[in-house]
């Protein structure tokens, strides 16, 4: 029997996590694309979420409440997050090259 990951043939990868990422992985958690790996890649773990700028400034939201946690939502998704910076794309041997973030303790 193949593993789940030997039967993905493509992988769709996304840097950073701005609105369209976001929307494409909670569409993806939702209804996953057979044979397609979803790799997301962001230098922290939470992303902002900049529709809620105005309400926290009108003191309607706590700063905590404008973030989005993007490795629990990777998770839900069957997405692979990984916590780094892409640098640099070798496209010819298709070869993302990723600068790792530090992990604090306890996350």
């Known amino acids: 029997m193949r593993s789940k ?3 993905n043939r493509h992988s769709l990868v996304l ?4 609105h369209s990422n976001i929307a494409l992985i909670q569409r993806f ?3 996953p694309l057979d044979g397609v790996r979803l ?3 962001n230098p922290g773990s939470t992303a902002p ?7 926290f400034l009108a003191g309607q939201y706590s700063a905590s409440d404008m ?3 993007i490795a629990a939502l990777c998770r839900q998704a069957g997405a692979r997050f990984i916590r780094g910076s892409l640098e640099q794309v ?3 041997s298709r ?3 990723i600068r790792h973030q530090a992990l604090p303790v306890g996350e």
């Open 29 to 31: 958690a939702m209804d």
């Open 67 to 69: 973030f989005i946690d």
């Open 49 to 55: 979420y900049s529709g809620m700028l105005p309400g």
């Open 5 to 7: 990951q030997s039967l």
């Open 39 to 41: 790799v997301v890649i």
């Open 90 to 92: 070798d496209a010819a």
């Open 15 to 18: 840097v950073g996590a701005g």
């Open 95 to 97: 070869i993302l090259n």
